[in-house]
C-alpha cells in the first residue's frame, strides 16, 4: 500500500511540475509606451558656426539616453531633422541600435539652405536661422514607437568676405648645398612678398649643408648674400656661406637693411587619425599656398582624432584643436577633432584660425624606389598646394622604381609613370620611372602631366 502512495505522489508532482512549466511557456510582455520621453545627453552650443570649408567636420554628435519600453527586447534609434519644426517634413539622418549620431557641418548646411538661408550680403535673405531635431525610438519595423523633445539649434552662416591678399613670388631665393646642390639640383627655394614692402619671407625644408641667397636663381647678377659674420646681416664678403642643420624653417629678410633671421618652424597634423600622436613617426607637414596664404596638406587620415601642432613638439604650447566645432582653431580643452578614413586635403589660414578638412585624391609615390609597391606601407603623400599642382619633401627614395598613384590604390587606375623619359607622365606600358638612393624634391603638374624628381642629396 505504501509502495502505491508513493508511486501516487510522484505522478502528482510530475503533473504539478508539468502544468507549471506550461503557464511559464504562456507567459506574455507587453510593451509599454514609456512614462518618459528620451532624453538629450550632449550639450548643445550656443550657436553653431556653418562654413563651407568645414563641410566635412562634424557639427555636432547627438547623444541620448535609453528609452524603455519596459521589455526585454532590441530598441532602434532614428534621428530625424525638420526644416518647419513640426515635423511634417521630417528627414532621417540615421538609425542605430545604439545611443549616438553625428551630423556633419555639410548636412547642417544643407538643412539651412532649405530653411532659406544663406551668407550672401547681397540678397535679403537671412544667414541665421533655426534648426529642429529629435530622436525616434521604435521596436521592431512597425511597433511602438516614442520620441525625444524637440532640440532647437541656432545656425549662423557667416557672411562672404570678397578679396586676396596680394602676395608674390619674390626675386630671391634660397641657393646651396643645403636645399638645392648650389642649384644643380632644382630651382632655388622660393621667398614670398608680404604685408610689408621690404620684407620677404620662405617657408623651405633644409637638409644638412650650407646655403645662401640670391636673385632669380641667376650667379651671373651678382645678387648673391649671405653672413661672414654671423650678425643676423646679411653680406657680399668672402667665406658668407650659412651653415644649416636639417629641417623645417621660415627665413624672414628685410631688404631694406639686410637684417634676416631663421626659426624652426612648421605645422603638421598630429593624432590618433594620424601618427598615433607622434608615436608612430612625423606629423603631417602643412605646406605653404601664397596665392590663398594659408598652409595646406593632403593626407591619408584614419578614424580617430587629430589636431595641429609646430614643430612636431608638444612642449612648444603650439597645438591648436576646435572645441566649438566651429572650423575655427583654438587651444581650448577637449578640442581634438574627430575624424573619419580616408583621404583629405586640409587647409588652415593662420591669419584667423580658419580650417577646412575636404575629401580629395591625394597623389602620392609608390614603388619598389620606396614602399615595395605598397607593400611596406603608405606611398609617399603629395600635397596639392594649387588646383592639380603637388609638391613634396623631402622624399627617401632608395635604389629601384617609382610611380605616381592616387589615394593609395592601384584599383582607381590613376597611376602614371614615364614611358618616354620627356618629364611627362603618362598610362603607358613600361612607364616606371628609375630612381638611385637620396633625397628628393618633387613636383607634379596634372594640369599638363609634367613632373620633376630633383634629387637634392
Same mark, same amino acid.
Not at 31 to 48: H, K, M, R, V
Not at 105 to 123: K, S
Not at 440 to 457: A, E, F
Given at each position: 500500500?505504501?509502495?502505491?502512495?508513493?508511486?501516487?505522489?510522484?505522478?502528482?508532482?510530475?503533473?504539478?511540475?508539468?502544468?507549471?512549466?506550461?503557464?511559464?511557456?504562456?507567459?506574455?510582455?507587453?510593451?509599454?509606451?514609456?512614462?518618459?520621453?528620451?532624453?538629450?545627453?550632449?550639450?548643445?552650443?550656443?550657436?553653431?558656426?556653418?562654413?563651407?570649408?568645414?563641410?566635412?567636420?562634424?557639427?555636432?554628435?547627438?547623444?541620448?539616453?535609453?528609452?524603455?519600453?519596459?521589455?526585454?527586447?532590441?530598441?532602434?534609434?532614428?534621428?530625424?531633422?525638420?526644416?518647419?519644426?513640426?515635423?511634417?517634413?521630417?528627414?532621417?539622418?540615421?538609425?542605430?541600435?545604439?545611443?549616438?549620431?553625428?551630423?556633419?557641418?555639410?548636412?547642417?548646411?544643407?538643412?539651412?539652405?532649405?530653411?532659406?538661408?544663406?551668407?550672401?550680403?547681397?540678397?535679403?535673405?537671412?544667414?541665421?536661422?533655426?534648426?529642429?531635431?529629435?530622436?525616434?525610438?521604435?521596436?521592431?519595423?512597425?511597433?511602438?514607437?516614442?520620441?525625444?523633445?524637440?532640440?532647437?539649434?541656432?545656425?549662423?552662416?557667416?557672411?562672404?568676405?570678397?578679396?586676396?591678399?596680394?602676395?608674390?613670388?619674390?626675386?630671391?631665393?634660397?641657393?646651396?648645398?643645403?636645399?638645392?646642390?648650389?642649384?644643380?639640383?632644382?630651382?632655388?627655394?622660393?621667398?614670398?612678398?608680404?604685408?610689408?614692402?621690404?620684407?620677404?619671407?620662405?617657408?623651405?625644408?633644409?637638409?644638412?649643408?650650407?646655403?645662401?641667397?640670391?636673385?632669380?636663381?641667376?650667379?651671373?647678377?651678382?645678387? /648673391?648674400? *649671405?653672413? =661672414? $659674420?654671423? %650678425?643676423?646681416? #646679411?653680406?657680399?664678403?668672402?667665406? !658668407?656661406?650659412?651653415?644649416?642643420?636639417?629641417?623645417?624653417?621660415?627665413?624672414?629678410?628685410?631688404?631694406?637693411?639686410?637684417?634676416?633671421?631663421?626659426?624652426?618652424?612648421?605645422?603638421?597634423?598630429?593624432?590618433?587619425?594620424?601618427?598615433?600622436?607622434?608615436?608612430?613617426?612625423?606629423?603631417?607637414?602643412?605646406?605653404?599656398?601664397?596665392?590663398?596664404?594659408?598652409?595646406?596638406?593632403?593626407?591619408m587620415l584614419l578614424d580617430g582624432e587629430i589636431k595641429f601642432r609646430s614643430n612636431n613638439d608638444w612642449g612648444s604650447g603650439d597645438d591648436l584643436g576646435d572645441a566649438g566645432l566651429d572650423g575655427v582653431l583654438d587651444q581650448d580643452a577637449d578640442n581634438n577633432i574627430v575624424?573619419?578614413?580616408?583621404?583629405?586635403?586640409?587647409?588652415?589660414?593662420?591669419?584667423?584660425?580658419?580650417?577646412?578638412?575636404?575629401?580629395?585624391?591625394?597623389?602620392?609615390?609608390?614603388?619598389?624606389?620606396?614602399? /615595395?609597391? *605598397?607593400? =611596406? $606601407?603608405? %606611398?609617399?603623400? #603629395?600635397?596639392?598646394?594649387?588646383? !592639380?599642382?603637388?609638391?613634396?619633401?623631402?622624399?627617401?627614395?632608395?635604389?629601384?622604381?617609382?610611380?605616381?598613384?592616387?589615394?593609395?590604390?592601384?584599383?582607381?587606375?590613376?597611376?602614371?609613370?614615364?614611358?618616354?623619359?620627356?618629364?611627362?607622365?603618362?598610362?603607358?606600358?613600361?612607364?616606371?620611372?628609375?630612381?638611385?638612393?637620396?633625397?628628393?624634391?618633387?613636383?607634379?603638374?596634372?594640369?599638363?602631366?609634367?613632373?620633376?624628381?630633383?634629387?637634392?642629396?
Open positions: 500500500m505504501k509502495k502505491n502512495i508513493t508511486l501516487l505522489s510522484l505522478v502528482i508532482i510530475a503533473l504539478i511540475s508539468f502544468n507549471s512549466c506550461v503557464q511559464d511557456d504562456d507567459l506574455v510582455f507587453t510593451a509599454q509606451e514609456p512614462a518618459e520621453g528620451i532624453n538629450f545627453s550632449n550639450t548643445f552650443l550656443d550657436e553653431y558656426v556653418l562654413t563651407v570649408a568645414a563641410s566635412n567636420n562634424i557639427g555636432e554628435r547627438f547623444t541620448w539616453d535609453d528609452a524603455n519600453f519596459e521589455v526585454p527586447t532590441n530598441v532602434t534609434y532614428e534621428l530625424e531633422n525638420s526644416v518647419l519644426g513640426d515635423f511634417t517634413d521630417a528627414t532621417s539622418l540615421g538609425t542605430t541600435d545604439g545611443n549616438e549620431l553625428g551630423v556633419t557641418i555639410g548636412q547642417m548646411l544643407g538643412f539651412a539652405e532649405a530653411a532659406g538661408l544663406d551668407n550672401d550680403p547681397d540678397t535679403e535673405q537671412p544667414n541665421t536661422g533655426s534648426l529642429f531635431f529629435r530622436v525616434k525610438a521604435f521596436i521592431g519595423t512597425e511597433g511602438l514607437e516614442t520620441f525625444s523633445n524637440v532640440q532647437t539649434i541656432t545656425v549662423v552662416l557667416p557672411e562672404i568676405v570678397l578679396g586676396g591678399g596680394g602676395i608674390e613670388i619674390a626675386e630671391w631665393g634660397v641657393v646651396g648645398s643645403g636645399y638645392n646642390d648650389w642649384g644643380g639640383a632644382g630651382p632655388d627655394g622660393i621667398f614670398y612678398t608680404t604685408d610689408s614692402p621690404d620684407v620677404i619671407v620662405s617657408y623651405v625644408t633644409l637638409i644638412d649643408g650650407q646655403i645662401k641667397f640670391r636673385t632669380n636663381n641667376d650667379w651671373g647678377s651678382g645678387d /648673391d648674400l *649671405g653672413d =661672414a $659674420g654671423l %650678425d643676423g646681416v #646679411l653680406d657680399q664678403d668672402p667665406d !658668407n656661406n650659412i651653415n644649416v642643420t636639417a629641417g623645417d624653417y621660415k627665413i624672414t629678410i628685410n631688404t631694406n637693411d639686410n637684417s634676416y633671421t631663421m626659426e624652426s618652424y612648421s605645422w603638421g597634423i598630429v593624432g590618433s587619425g594620424y601618427n598615433d600622436w607622434g608615436g608612430a613617426g612625423p606629423d603631417a607637414k602643412l605646406y605653404y599656398d601664397y596665392t590663398t596664404d594659408t598652409f595646406k596638406v593632403s593626407a575624424v573619419t578614413e580616408g583621404h583629405y586635403l586640409i587647409t588652415v589660414n593662420f591669419n584667423t584660425n580658419e580650417y577646412s578638412i575636404v575629401e580629395a585624391d591625394v597623389w602620392g609615390i609608390v614603388g619598389s624606389g620606396f614602399n /615595395d609597391w *605598397g607593400g =611596406a $606601407g603608405p %606611398d609617399f603623400a #603629395l600635397t596639392e598646394i594649387q588646383e !592639380n599642382i603637388f609638391y613634396g619633401d623631402v622624399a627617401t627614395l632608395v635604389d629601384g622604381e617609382i610611380k605616381f598613384r592616387s589615394n593609395n590604390d592601384w584599383g582607381s587606375g590613376d597611376d602614371l609613370g614615364d614611358a618616354g623619359l620627356d618629364g611627362f607622365l603618362d598610362q603607358d606600358a613600361d612607364n616606371n620611372i628609375t630612381v638611385t638612393a637620396g633625397l628628393y624634391r618633387i613636383r607634379v603638374d596634372l594640369n599638363d602631366n609634367s613632373y620633376q624628381l630633383n634629387k637634392v642629396q
